[in-house]
């Protein structure tokens, strides 16, 4: 039996291709067949030069994923196996135990590495630089720091070169037993486990991310924004259900995402660490929760209050410390807080996990914690702002006179953005500058949001409505009033469109998430129309020549931004806008 076998039986996520599915994909129905197959398929998986072939990890990957029970009616055994497991995987090492942690006080943990040590085991153990590690004090085991600036946050251990440890929690005793915690255990060929350990030791900024057979392990600071990123993109594609639970939450950028999911219809449900009948005031999810209304919402304060008084007399434990998301059939988790120091700072680590086995186990501990959970009530009405900013950033963003007010848009980074700015009219004098404001959406950090950004648009609108371009002069509706499209059916992804009023020959300008395209649109029937074909998104259209037509293509639940950029026209043409579902 080989040693990944030996723990594979409990909650185990093997990604060995099956033997049954060779069965009907060839026409063999004896196993003798199967076997053949597997055979040709592990010697091709296994020939000189195969370190790029993606057989190999595949059949190769195992991941168990473990949780806490720190409820008080938990059995010991519940209590004690995750432990009982690191301890069992660091008296099997054989040549080198990694450890990068943020707490590590397990007197049983810290016990199997002076022995792994004496049996001339390599260890290496890196510590946050802020934190006092009583437990350690008298230990001959190596220790460094992380150099100041963040913390180590990372919870990991990778041992020999075929196994790691990760996930949400500490090496502590409050981890380990009182708070509610992931911890990841993953067996890896060498190339994999070798391949994260020199990226742990380190950080490669051109390449902040891990494959790990199907799964992805990504490493901030360094990929800080790419995790942001891969969230929010994630949260904002949702199709089915969204589902988290968190510690810390004071990403507003994501905060305003889960709002526009619930508003699109998607369920939202979210376990947060706290007592009592409202949430904390740091938490960015606060103001928009009380005024989300009927929205399909739920928040709840975790039901953990299993604590300890350690010999410092301060009470430890009984906290909701995941910093995990299920959307629709992907697990996100690790050490990740959804917060702007956990992205620009901290040493952490962020898993993308992709199996059925890892998301139902995920799935069945989120619905064990919400029947524990106490819901948070809120307000029935509904209350969101017209134009809401995800996120206020210190930073100086390049200055230029704006004479009224302007709407800003562009494509440019992991969102598309619409701003509605407004200067002062003294900050004009001279006409030479004006600061327009200090609003990002997070990844950007201010970027995208500033006319000096290469590819940003400028509307800008003087009294009376009068309009004029500051950056571009061919900008739709900057040279009259623009109306509403009569647009009857559309289909982006094959090129065709009816519609009333329009020139048998005139352009068409999109605007999506990709930034401006600009097609050529023809008649070829009365009221049909086509074009050159588009990648099926949202998109508002802008169609005609002098006095412009405007309408929008919806592919799916709408965009935010666009539903943003759509509230500006209306309000300043008073135009009501008819959004059509593509086609395509």
């Not at 010697?43 to 806490?68: H, I, R, Y």
């Not at 600009?518 to 588009?534: D, K, N, T």
């Amino acid at each position: 039996m080989s040693r990944g076998s030996k723990y594979s039986s409990y909650g185990s996520d093997s990604h060995a291709i099956p033997l049954r599915r060779f069965k009907g994909a060839f026409g063999f129905h004896r196993r003798v067949g199967s076997e053949v197959i597997f055979c040709i398929l592990l010697l091709w998986g296994c020939k000189a030069g195969s370190s790029e072939n993606p057989l190999l990890p595949v059949l190769q990957v195992l991941l168990d994923s473990w949780f806490t029970h720190p409820e008080s009616i938990s059995t010991s055994q519940e209590r004690m196996r995750i432990e009982q497991r690191i301890v069992r995987w660091i008296n099997e090492a054989q040549d080198s135990v990694l450890i990068m942690a943020y707490g590590l006080n397990s007197r049983p943990i810290l016990r199997a590495l002076e022995r792994a040590q004496r049996r001339k085991v390599k260890i290496k153990i890196i510590l946050s630089p802020e934190k006092d590690y009583p437990a350690l004090k008298g230990r001959k085991l190596p220790v460094y720091y992380r150099k100041p600036g963040g913390l180590q946050h990372l919870k990991c251990m990778v041992i020999d070169a075929n196994r790691m440890i990760a996930g949400t929690g500490n090496f502590t005793r409050s981890g380990l037993y009182f708070n509610n915690n992931a911890f990841l255990f993953f067996e890896l060929p060498a190339a994999v486990a070798h391949r994260i350990r020199q990226r742990l030791l380190e950080p490669d900024d051109r390449r902040p991310f891990i494959r790990i057979g199907p799964h992805r392990m990504v490493l901030s600071p360094e990929g800080g924004r790419l995790i942001q990123t891969i969230i929010a993109q994630r949260i904002f594609s949702a199709g089915h259900s969204i589902r988290f639970m968190t510690f810390r939450f004071t990403d507003a950028t994501l905060a305003q995402l889960l709002l526009a999911a619930g508003a699109r219809g998607i369920p939202v449900s979210g376990i947060i660490d706290g007592d009592g009948p409202s949430l904390p005031a740091r938490e960015a999810l606060e103001d928009l929760y009380y005024s989300s209304g009927e929205l399909p919402i739920r928040l709840y304060h975790d039901g953990n209050e299993n604590q300890y008084v350690a010999s410092d007399g301060i009470y430890h434990g009984g906290h909701m410390h995941h910093k995990t998301a299920i959307v629709d059939n992907v697990v996100l988790t690790g050490s990740y807080n959804w917060s702007k120091s956990a992205r620009d700072q901290n040493r952490e680590g962020f898993f993308v996990l992709r199996s059925m086995n890892t998301t139902e186990q995920f799935s069945r501990e989120f619905e064990r914690q919400r029947s524990l959970a106490l819901p948070l009530a809120r307000p029935p009405f509904l209350e969101i702002k017209k134009n809401p900013e995800p996120e206020q950033i210190a930073v100086s963003p390049p200055s230029y006179c704006l004479a009224s007010e302007a709407v800003a848009v562009t494509g440019a980074g992991p969102f598309f953005h619409a701003l509605h700015l407004t200067t002062s009219s003294h900050r004009c004098s001279g006409g030479k500058e004006s600061n327009t404001g200090q609003y990002s959406a997070g990844a950007s950090k201010g970027r995208d949001y500033f006319p000096a950004h290469r590819g940003m648009q400028t509307l800008i609108w003087n009294k009376g409505h009068s309009r004029a371009t500051q950056n571009d002069p061919r900008l739709p509706c900057s040279h009259g009033g623009c109306q509403a499209a009569q647009i009857h059916r559309i289909n982006l992804s094959q090129g065709w469109l009816f519609a009333d009023g329009i020139p048998s020959k005139s352009e068409m300008l999109l605007l999506g998430r990709d930034g401006w395209q600009s097609r050529q649109i023809r008649q070829v029937a009365p009221g049909f129309y086509r074009f050159s074909p588009l990648p099926q998104q949202d998109m508002l259209l802008f169609l005609g020549g002098t006095n412009m037509e405007y309408g929008c293509a919806v592919a799916g639940a709408m965009d935010p931004e666009i539903r943003r950029y759509l509230a500006f026209l209306e309000y300043w043409d008073n135009a009501p806008i008819r959004c059509l579902n593509d086609e395509g």
